[in-house]
């Protein structure tokens, strides 16, 4: 039988804990007697052919390093047909016979098309905003909610120290995710994500109660998806007169060694994109559902919906001050 080859790729933001996916598919395959094309720069890479074929020796001492070695980027072309008959071409030129895909929805769309195309996609999520509603968990989150933990644990010392109000405003694209489990990880005084309304008097109400029963220094955990900390900020020490500061952690949260969690799920989900790859199996979206590795065609995957833990959010605001 001919030997089969595999493309792998990173796409969309990077997430820490990419590289742990990329590790255990290129071993997988490898141990499965497969060729691993490293295909740079995300589409990008498929649509100019920037490729490169990896040994087990080419993803040693990859596990503990944040960003991507293949790369990664946005790639407008593929969003057009030309552009994944482009990647198609590529593919048939190279031998591969289908791609691991590591990258949020934009990307798993892309994978959907190049699957549609001929060219067999198993899409890994990836992102640390944790927005993809058919997986329970996306790579990176745990990792970016440490770092946003580390740096909103610094800012309180300063908030305590000035009796401030510190307005942190974290990740998470048009999610809530990294906010909510950072401020309940952080003691935040109040959570502002896009899932749950915004409103801002219940916030002074709830910061002048704080005060009233001595409460001095005040975290405010605010996700970009609702955004303008500096504004958020400046209200909150007009009305209540107390000092007030904004950070935005932006692109540090991002970065960083994956943790452990990010480490051991990626590397399962690694292994369970090859093995439906060995199959034959494309079209798929692989991802956690109560701890077990699950996949889904992409399209059902991507049509799915994940509830926002209201439950999680409300118990933040019991325990808040
Ligand atoms: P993420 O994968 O993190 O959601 P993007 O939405 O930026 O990030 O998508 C990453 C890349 O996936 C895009 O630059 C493009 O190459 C590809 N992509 C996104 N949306 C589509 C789409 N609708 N059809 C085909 N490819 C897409
Ligand atoms: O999807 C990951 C993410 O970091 C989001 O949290 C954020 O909205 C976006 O990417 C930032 O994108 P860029 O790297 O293009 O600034």
Partial sequence: MQQKTIGVLTSGGDAPGMNAAV???????????????????????????????????????????????????????FKTQEGVMKAKQTCEKAGIDGVVVIGGDGSFRGAADLSAAGVPC????????????????????????????????KLRDTAQSHDRCSVVEVMGRRAG??????????GASYIIVPEIKFDMNDMIRQINMARSLGKQHFIILVAEGIGNADQLARDIENITGIESRATILGHVQRGGSPTVRDRVKASQLGYHAVE?????????VVGFKHSEVVDYDIAEGLAMTKPFNEKLYGMACEISF
């Fill in 122 to 153: 198993i899409g890994i999520p990836g992102t640390i905003d944790n927005d993809i509603s058919c997986t329970d968990y996306t790579i990176g989150f745990d990792t970016a909610m440490n770092t946003a933990m580390e740096m909103v644990d």
């Fill in 276 to 284: 439906l790859l060995e199959r034959g199996i494309g079209n798929r």
């Fill in 177 to 186: 995710y990294i906010a909510l489990h950072t401020g309940i990880a952080c």
């Fill in 23 to 77: 590790r255990a598919v290129v071993r997988t395959a490898i141990k499965k007697g497969m060729k691993v094309i490293g295909i740079k720069r995300g589409y990008n890479g498929l649509i100019n052919g920037d490729m490169v074929e990896l040994n087990v020796r080419s993803v040693s001492d990859i596990i503990q390093r944040g960003g991507t070695i293949l790369y990664t980027a946005r790639c407008l072309e």
